[in-house]
């Protein structure tokens, strides 16, 4: 079983910096890739951006250039540190766990996915 834990949500102005980190329990961690995803209010839940266990990375374009999606296998953390967040950005962020080491944005490749941490950007 794996267990995924998020943290270092809050409230920030437009403008400022977050970093969010997803903390996973398991032995095989380094094997899979890990991606984000979000959920604003009223809204369904989108891809964010999602790292491969080599570190490659994708992002949507909304953030590409603002949020940068990075791992350390040994720590079994995912971290996504967002910058220049908007309005637009507020949302419980999620992190989850492919079902393999390849780059997915679909939610159906992902099989274990944390509680979520709250991101609220004040304008």
């Known amino acids: 079983q794996v267990q995924l834990v998020e943290s270092g949500g809050g409230l920030v102005q437009a403008g400022g910096s977050l970093r969010l980190s997803c903390a996973a329990s398991g032995r095989t961690f380094g094997t899979y890739a890990m991606g984000w995803f979000r959920q604003a209010p009223g809204k369904e839940r989108e891809f964010v951006a999602v790292?491969?266990?080599?570190?490659?990375?994708y992002y949507t374009d909304s953030v590409k250039g603002r949020f940068t999606i990075s791992r350390d296998n040994a720590k079994n953390t995912v971290y996504l540190q967002m910058n220049s967040l908007k309005p637009e950005d507020t949302a419980v962020y999620y992190c989850?766990?492919?079902?393999?080491?390849?780059?997915?944005?679909?939610?159906?490749?992902?099989?274990?996915w944390g509680q979520g941490t709250q991101v609220t950007v004040s304008s």
């Open positions: 790292i491969s266990w080599t570190s490659s990375t």
């Open positions: 989850a766990r492919a079902r393999d080491s390849g780059i997915y944005y679909a939610q159906n490749a992902y099989d274990y």
